[in-house]
């Protein structure tokens, strides 16, 4: 991985409590886009524009359902516009991580278009279960390993 930097892009109170677990327990720099709450931990970045941060992200956590609706993004902590997933999924540099949760066909569509290659996470029972599942994944593209395998293809 480029760097520590992951982000948190939507999503409702397990999205926010993960963005601040990474902040606190971890020695990821956490931001947070598109989500919003009186309870976020104060070791995570808060953006009022998606844009901002996407760049800097080396991991990208969507939430789960990714869309509510067709593409647009699912945001129920956000009390700003709605957001198309082509407005962000353009934006994503070659390399970045990008998990997410459950997706839908048309948001697969929008992926693939833009060439983002999307990590579907499986349905959590739970916000632990949802953490384990995320810090795994994160893991397993950080390791050496994994990076040799992937680098050396070809």
Do not use: H
Not at 21 to 36: P, S, V
């Amino acid at each position: 991985m480029n760097n520590r930097n992951i982000g948190f892009l939507g999503g409702g109170p397990d999205q926010l409590r993960l963005a601040g677990w990474f902040g606190e327990q971890t020695e990821w720099t956490a931001y947070a886009m598109l989500l919003q709450g009186p309870e976020i931990s104060p070791r995570v970045q808060v953006v009022e524009d998606f844009r901002d941060a996407l760049w800097l992200c080396s991991v990208l956590v969507l939430p789960d359902p990714v869309c509510r609706q067709g593409e647009i993004l699912f945001t129920p902590l956000w009390p700003g516009r709605e957001v198309e997933a082509g407005q962000f999924l353009g934006s994503i540099g070659k390399g970045v991580l990008l998990l997410t949760g459950e997706t839908n066909p048309a948001f697969r569509r929008a992926a693939a278009s833009k060439e983002v290659a999307v990590t579907e996470l499986p349905r959590a029972a739970g916000w632990e279960e949802y953490r384990d599942s995320v810090v795994a994944a994160v893991q397993r593209a950080a390791s050496p390993r994994f990076c040799k395998k992937i680098c050396t293809k070809g």
